[in-house]
């Protein structure tokens, strides 16, 4: 489909027909620019940068479209298929492609190598089925992929190959039944993903040691699907509630099992009724061994109960025998790190069934330090103790105070009291002064001596005459006594202005 120009109605001005298409064609070519950039399809709406075909019931997977849109809205039409050509030109300054509410049910490889700089794609209800390999390619830059409301049931590895940017992933109302959680590890994955939706999905069984990895930094949405409830699902749920994770708190009524286990399960487990309320700390040298019991564990643990800890670097569990592994967990919940390294200061959480649901319980964390105080300070792991912020704080606030004190003395506690000086006078309009007497005696001293510090408030510009003397003050002869005006019309000298407005 080829853009259609409309013809618009040209009058006749004294002999001349001026038509406006004709005239906009001429000046799109004067500018540089083709004929069908400025030109927005018949079947479209255009405004500014904004490109709106949608409910048009459009089927042909071709078209031509401005090339300076940023947002192009195909939604609720018939779309089938998204062929390579699908537009016949790349729109290099697009970021935004909704192609919601559709029939789409296949994607060909590279149909988006053509928008190279979107942001945000928007696939929604639609009909797809499978995530085919390199589907995105080209699309490094992209943000936001939104799935949710189609049918797909497999995702192919390396489906998104290459999305280094992608932050978020919605995957909800689909029929996934397995979904490929390494795709975070996998070469070219994206690892900087922060928001992974799987609600209402068709998911029974999820790798608990990669979600409880997954989620130290992403957000993971399970609600609302199958989810058998064995002993490591309820083991994570309950470490979830514990850290108030935020789509297990959200949505905690949406976790339905398939297999309720109750008290007499095999996941029961004796804790200790002096649980920590607070993380112990366990400090151990560079290279030595460490070992950190699993907190508020019972002896002894039951058998062929697996037991994890979220480490600052990793997940372990108790089912790995790997006799090389420099962290290994006993089956008695037991964590031993062998070789200790600065890197695994942080904090170390022990995942397991408690037997007291979702409710927040003790502290199944503790703190681990490898190395001096001094190291672990500066590797920004271990705070300083309270005494240390009470001493500092104390120190602070002592300091301030008594700045305060001292300013507060040099401005207000002079070593004498002065009164205003009789022989100078208002020596401007408005000026007053405060004089800091150095000596008592020399109030009643008619000349200035170099003891005295004077300090002006409220400045005032001072009008000169033009031999460069100040000019007498005007004085409102309304408020001033009639004893106070000499002959001469000057002031007397010490005689007192009864107007307070007047005195400066």
């Known amino acids: ?100 509410m559709n029939y789409i049910n296949q994607i060909e490889v590279n149909a988006f190598v053509v928008t190279p700089h979107l942001l945000q794609l928007d696939l929604s209800s639609n009909q797809l089925t499978v995530l085919n390999s390199s589907i995105f390619t080209g699309l490094k830059e992209l943000k936001e992929l939104l799935l949710f409301g189609n049918q797909i049931t497999q995702i192919i590895p390396g489906a998104f190959s290459n999305l280094y940017s992608l932050k978020g992933i919605y995957f909800s109302g689909n029929r996934l039944v397995d979904f490929p959680f390494g795709l975070y590890w996998e070469p070219g994955g994206p690892r900087n993903l922060t928001f992974l939706d799987l609600s209402d999905n068709r998911l029974s069984k999820v790798p608990v040691q990669s979600l409880l990895s997954l989620s130290q930094r992403s957000g993971i949405y399970l609600q609302g699907n199958p989810l058998v409830c064995d002993c490591a699902v309820l083991a994570m749920m309950e470490y979830w509630m514990w850290k108030q994770y935020r789509p297990m708190v959200d949505f905690r009524g949406e976790f339905p099992c398939k297999d309720s286990l109750g008290p007499g399960s095999n996941c029961s487990q004796k804790v200790t009724s002096d649980m920590p309320f607070e993380a112990k700390t ?39 025998d790997d006799p090389n592994a420099r962290l290994k967990v006993y089956p008695n919940g037991t964590i031993e790190i062998r070789g200790a390294l600065i890197e695994d200061s942080g904090t170390f959480g022990c995942v397991a069934v408690r037997g007291r649901g979702y409710q927040p319980i003790g502290f199944p964390e503790v703190n681990v330090v ?135």
């Open 370 to 504: 490898v190395g001096n105080a001094s190291t672990s300070s500066s590797s920004g792991f271990t705070p300083r103790s309270g005494a240390e912020h009470f001493n500092t704080a104390f120190t602070t606030l002592a300091s301030c105070v008594i700045s305060i004190v001292l300013v507060l003395l040099y401005l207000y506690l002079t070593p004498c009291r002065c009164r205003d000086s009789r022989g100078g006078g208002a020596r401007g309009r408005g000026a007053r002064a405060i004089i800091l007497c150095s000596d008592p005696r020399e109030v009643e001293s008619e000349q200035r001596s170099n003891g005295k510090r004077v300090a002006f408030l409220e400045p005032q510009s001072e009008d000169l005459t033009d031999t460069g003397s100040p000019k007498p003050p005007a004085l409102n002869t309304g408020h001033v006594t009639t004893e106070g005006i000499l002959k001469n019309g000057s002031r007397t000298v010490g005689q007192t202005l009864t107007d307070p407005a007047q005195m400066a």
């Open 282 to 320: 366990y400090q151990v040298q560079p290279g030595n061994w460490l070992r950190v019991p699993c907190p508020g564990f019972a002896l002894p643990v039951q058998e062929r109960l697996v037991v994890f800890w979220v480490t600052p670097r990793t997940v372990v569990n108790s089912s790995s």
């Open 1 to 100: 489909m080829h853009p259609t120009v409309s013809h618009l109605s040209s009058r006749t001005d004294g002999g001349r027909c001026w038509n406006l298409a004709s005239a906009a064609f001429l000046l799109s070519v004067c500018l540089g620019f083709p004929s069908f950039v400025a030109t927005c399809p018949l079947y479209c709406l255009c405004a500014s940068d904004i490109i709106s075909c949608s409910g048009r019931n459009l089927t042909v997977p071709h078209f031509d479209f401005p090339s300076y849109g940023t947002r192009l809205d195909l939604s609720h039409n018939a779309l089938t298929v998204l062929p390579v050509d699908w537009i016949s030109q790349p729109l290099d300054r697009l970021t935004t492609l909704v192609l919601s």
